[in-house]
Antibody, heavy 121, light 110 residues
C-alpha cells in the first residue's frame, strides 16, 4: 500500500531545534515530489516547500525560505523538515504530501497523517 | 492573505447541489491546473479533483471540478451529511514560484 508515515508529535521550547520526518512506503520514492504543508490551529493550508528525492531539487515558498530546511534520504525513503530555532508561531500541524508532477502546478495525491508541533515556554 | 480567494463558508440541504469558487489571477489559476482537497477535523486532506476536472478513481462522481479563466469551481451534487468538511483549492503561482492554497471553505449540510 502506498503511504506516507510521519514521525510523532513534538513539544519543544522556543529556540530549540527540531527535525521531523515523512517516510514513503509502497512506491518508487525517488520519482515523486514530496511537499511540506503547514496548518496552524483553526487555519488553512500553507505550502512550505517541496523536494524531489531523486536529485534533491528543492523549492521553497518565499514565506518559509531561510526559516526551515527540507531534505531527503533515498536510502531510507524519508523526507525531513528541520528548524534550527523554533518560535511559538511555529506551533502547527505539519503534513507531508506526495505530488506525481509539478507540471502545470502539480497536485497532492496522498498525504501523511500529520505531525503536531507545539512550541511553548 | 492567500493569493487564491474562496468563500469562508457555504451551506445547503441534503440532496441539493453546492458550488465552491476559487478565484485567482494570471500568475496562478489562469495558467496552471487546479486541484481540490477535502479535509475533516483532525485528519489529513484528501484529493478530490486534479488537473481542473479529473477525479481519482475512488472519488464519487458527485464531485466535479471546472475552470474558466482565472477562476475554478468545485461542485458537489446530491449533498450528503457526510460531505460536511473544509474544502481547499490549490495550484502553482509563478510570482512566488511555489504552490498556493485557497483560504478554505467550510461546507455545512443543513
Amino acid at each position: 500500500e502506498e503511504q506516507l508515515v510521519q514521525s510523532g508529535a513534538e513539544v519543544k521550547k522556543p529556540t530549540e531545534s527540531l527535525k521531523i520526518s515523512c517516510k514513503g512506503h509502497g512506491y518508487s520514492f525517488s520519482n515523486y515530489w514530496i511537499a511540506w504543508v503547514r496548518q496552524r490551529p483553526g487555519k488553512g493550508l500553507e505550502w512550505m516547500g517541496i523536494i524531489f528525492p531523486g536529485d534533491s531539487d528543492t523549492k521553497y515558498s518565499p514565506s518559509f525560505e531561510g526559516q526551515v530546511t527540507i531534505s531527503a534520504d533515498k536510502s531510507s525513503t524519508t523526507v525531513f523538515l528541520q528548524w534550527t530555532s523554533l518560535q511559538a508561531s511555529d506551533t502547527a500541524m505539519y503534513f507531508c504530501a506526495r505530488s506525481p508532477t509539478l507540471y502545470g502546478g502539480g497536485y497532492f495525491d496522498f498525504w501523511g497523517q500529520g505531525t503536531l508541533v507545539t512550541v511553548s515556554a | 492573505q492567500s493569493l487564491l480567494t474562496q468563500p469562508p463558508s457555504v451551506s445547503a440541504a441534503p440532496g441539493q447541489t453546492v458550488t465552491i469558487s476559487c478565484s485567482g489571477g494570471s500568475s496562478n489559476i489562469e495558467n496552471n491546473f487546479v486541484s481540490w482537497y477535502q479535509q475533516f477535523p483532525a485528519t489529513a486532506p484528501r484529493l478530490l479533483i486534479y488537473d481542473n476536472d479529473k477525479r481519482p478513481s475512488e472519488i464519487p462522481d458527485r464531485f466535479s471540478g471546472s475552470k474558466s479563466g482565472a477562476s475554478a469551481t468545485l461542485a458537489i451534487t446530491g449533498l450528503q451529511t457526510g460531505d460536511a468538511a473544509d474544502y481547499f483549492c490549490g495550484t502553482w503561482d509563478a510570482t512566488v514560484s511555489g504552490g498556493v492554497f485557497g483560504g478554505g471553505t467550510k461546507l455545512t449540510v443543513l
